[in-house]
């Protein structure tokens, strides 16, 4: 068994409980907000799945079977496992956890979690999902296999069937569990026991009421309680489940939840452990007695019928005369195949039923199983049975394939044959009588038949039915087709029936032509004038009337119709043309009124938003009087126009106004009234101002007083007008005073668009001569005001008028006043003429004075505003500036003053001097050149000038002048230049100048520069000596430059890389180089060149040379051993090959009074063995390695090994053999054997004896 746990992020979605008052499906704990578990618990084949609810009952689940379960909080429930047996829970890749239950003796890797055990805090309940308990246990679930979990976490063992031992499978969750009363397991209601047992442990608030006995559960025989035990009675109960105590025990009651003990505990668990294997038991004992069901009998076998018998279910051996309180019969078919999926046809206590609605000639597949008290036996062997073959199935109805005048052409297909083949086809027709009446006209096998001698544009109806061996099948449905016949007349253009602002209503005649009964449709096509000359089709149909919808109001529209059948079209029709009416249109809008007087006004509107699709409008304006008692509306105005003028009103009178509209669609509402007062009268004609106070030089102050006003209490402002009034001077008497001027403050106000002719200071009478345009000065309440910005010693005029709401008085009578002197007013532009580049003449001309003499004018000249400075003062008209930049921008401006002061200076009048030839040039240096362009220009015969550009003086520069000496270099307009082709080791003096489309500038100052001298040639580079990994190189003194010490030149020397680049491997004073690390008969190329204080020189050809070969190593002293007789072998060291070349060894020999050595050997070996040697002789051998170089067909020898020496000795008896085996090493580093690292050993143990020898006789003869 296994329990699969899937993680859900939502609450499923549950269904209603099954009765009202049950218990509710989902534990309050239980909601939406937290995270929940579906833990799946997977029965296995022949296993059984026990639920235990809060009432005690049991619900059993045979295998195979999957039952989904609910946890809250996403535990593993505990598992209570009989005794013997453990749980492991097991993880696969996907995060899906299964608990295994297997025995104690299956072994499982200790990287598993441990089992839940009974002890541990037990979790919220759990609870079983109503939906996914399957109705039905056809389905096959397979067990968890090793591949669903990976190899490292599963262990591969058989799980035992836990029914041998007759031990159940439990996991009791102490929940409430439902299942779907749609179960057909569940639909025999189960007994009730005899004396159902105390539970008081159970009683809980959600316990189910007495009335849910109709819930699913297991009954008492199921749990093993029908029977009471020790003396314990049972009494029948109202609850629908059974006892669930242990037998002739009251299970104790509970303590409380938020402390036990753990002694109670404990023997709560064992007490629960020991109900349920009892449980068990009960229910794997009613299981053993249904397990007795034989293959069911199938007779009377149909085409579309069979009956199905069994016998009863037999109790199996060992279970004695005990039976089940109740059997039913569950009935499971198939068409699938044996190991299809099966269904329930029938459930119920019969031993028979009748299969109906089998299809014919088809392979079924029965199976019975037995179910007692809710407890399922296994299923019955499978019976097979086919069908008898049968009729055919009813045809489709014919299909037309073509049709003239006179002949039909029919196609059919072929209906299911149910097992025996179609042999014929019978086609009958109503000869196009419509009496129902058929009659054949085919029989046959063929599927197609022309029909022929028909009438043209008639009517047929044709069905066709199926005949096999077995029998006929029914006719299908009739279906008719129609011949055609001669093409009717155009159709007749619609007529329009009733028409609507949106919609239009048309209706048309049948095509004269066609048939009565032949079937026409209609196309009815619009088009409107807005959207182009293109028809759309509006409608499609057999009607002979339609009303057009969507349609805009007040438009018009054309119509044509198309008639067509399944043979013709013809049209399109004439053109009906017709048009939608309109709209009630909406009111008037935005109505205000302008002009307002005493005794008229002005109103006007606006047309409608909506005109309701009616462009003529009649506009209705009506007019009441609020102050009149019973005043009604009364029409003032009718007609297109959009405002009306009212007259002849009375003054200070409230009146309303609202107006409507009135088109072919209707009358539209009343706008929203508008109050209108009209005004009261303007006021009569004012007093003259009066001046108030002095008159001043730029101001004057006038009153003036109240008019006479007819309205009380209106509010009335004034308005004063002033006009100036060119002056001509009169003399007057002497005897006239003239009051006192006096300055006073400007205020600002409008100036006069004049200036006034320059007065006397002498008394006289102004008198008018040229009145220009007056200019409104105030306007408010007020009955004086400040006239201010005026000029001085001007003749000025001023009226004033009152004005209200009803509108402006006429304007009183003019006062004239003369304003006193004052500072003369603003000059006009001065003439500034440029006579040279530095200098230029400014004129002006003399500026009205205001009452007093110009006593002195003042220039101010610079090159901006800021930096003006008074250049003249004077009483003159002219004057000249000098000290002037060229082509520079100059400004200026004048002033005119007398003895009332400084009047306002003139406008800004700006200048700009003419060009000239440029400045001198500032600096003038030689620039460095970056050592890439050294080559390019070596400093001893070039000579790189740059200056600073001077000033272009307005023009620009577009050449220079180098000069040096009687040399001269015309440049463009550049600030650097090379003078090439110069003498080495040479003073130059050198000038520059600029020139422009003016002129050419003066010389700088003279530059004194001096060439440098020639660089040193490249010496001669050659090579000294040539080895297998370095290169000795080797130049000379080269061309050093006349008069240069040798010391002060180094050389560089370069090296081409493997990218072909020259890189520095030296640089110094020195005339040799060793090159290093180089690789072996490889080819180098070498440049150097000569570097001084004159620059670096040029570089010397390129030399190549190559490496030679390396010579082979020399190998060590070679090692000789004697063999049997006057024999020994030679053997050495072996050299791997050198960049490929074969090696070689040589062996030479020198024995006896031999006074050279001999070759005795040459190859690739290694040893070599020399016979017929001398007793007693001295032998010397030495070795040498050689190198083969291919591509030069020439050996290179190496140096000799040291040598070896050697004599041969006769080989005594075996004691002498053995003595000699034992010898200590330094006896025998003395014999033939010995090596020199051997020799050396012995001479350094020697030399140590002896310094310890001599150490010890100097202590011992000072100790003396």
Known sequence: MYVTMMMTDQMLDLPPPLLNGEVPVMHPMMNGDSSQQVIVVQVNPGETFTIRAEDGSLQCIQGPAEVPMMSPNGSIPPIHVPPGYISQVLEDNTGVRRVVVTPHSECYPPSYSPALSPSHHMPPPYMAHPHFIPASHTAYYPPASPGDVPPHQYYQHRLPRLYAEEIIHNIHYNMTSYISREDPYCKPQPKKLKGPLERPGLNRVNSPPSNYKTSSSCGATANGYNKSHGGASSTGGSGGGGGGGSPGNKRPERRSRGSPKSTDMEQQQQQQQQQLQDHNVEARRVQDMLSGMDKPQVSKVQSRSALVSWAPATVA????????????????????????????????????????????????????????????????????????????????????????????????????????????????????????????????????FKVTRLCPASGYTFRVATLNDIGASGFSSEVAFHTTGSQPQLPPAPQLQRAGSGWLTLDWARPSGCGPEEPVTYILELQEDSQGPEFHAKYNGTDVSCTVDNLKRSTQYSFRLTACSVEWRIGPSAVLVCKTIPEQPGPPTDLAVREIASHSFCALWQPPQDNGGSDGLTYILELLEEETQEAQWEEVYRGPALEHAFEGLRPTTSYSLRVHCISAGGQSQHSLSLSVRSLCPPPAACLPPRIAGHVKHKEVNLEWDQPVCEGAGEAVEFTVEMCAVEMCAVEVEAEQEIEPQEEGQQQPQQSPPQEPQQQQQQPQQPQPDIQCQPVEVYHGEDTECTIGSLLPGATYTFRVRAANVGGAGPYSETLTVTTAAGPPGQCGEPHVTTTSHSSAAVSWESCASAGADISEYRLAWGRDLDSLEVVYSGADTSCQIFDLEAATEYCCRLQAANQDGAGPHSELVTCRTPAAAPSAVPTLFLQEYPPTDADLYPPSTCLPLAWEEPCCNGAEITSYSVVMGDQSFAVGNVTCYVVTDLQPNTEYSIQVRAENEIGAGPFCEPLLTQTSPLPPAPPRLECAAVGPQSLKLRWGDGGSSRGQSCEDITYTLQMEDRNQRFVAIYRGPSHTFRVQRLSESSHYSFRIQAVSEAGEGPFSETLSLCTTKSMPPTLKAPRVSQLDGNACEVTWEAVPPMRGDRITYTLQVRGGRDAEYKQVFKGEETCFQLFSLQWNTDYRFRVCAGRHCPDTSQELSGAFSPSVHFTPRRLEQTPATEAIAVAPPAVKAFGVTSTDGQFATLIVVGLASLSFLLAFLLQLFLME
């Open 317 to 448: 051996s060992g279970q004695g005369d005990a039976n089940p309180s109740s059997c039913t019969y569950e009935l499971m078919l198939t068409d699938k195949g044996i190991d299809g999926k099966y269904r329930v046809v029938y459930s119920g206590e019969e031993l028979e039923y009748n299969l109906t609605d089998l299809r014919p000639a088809t392979d079924y597949h029965v199976r019975v199983s037995a179910v007692g008290d809710t407890v399922r036996g296994p299923r019955s062997e499978v019976g097979a049975f086919t069908t008898h073959c049968g009729p055919p199935d009813t045809p489709l109805p014919p299909r037309l394939s073509h049709r003239s005048k006179s002949s039909l052409t029919l196609q059919w297909k072929p209906p299911v044959d149910n097992g025996s083949r179609i042999t014929s086809y019978i086609l009958e027709w109503d000869e196009g009588k419509k009496n129902g009446a058929f009659r054949g006209c085919y029989f046959g096998n063929q599927r197609h």
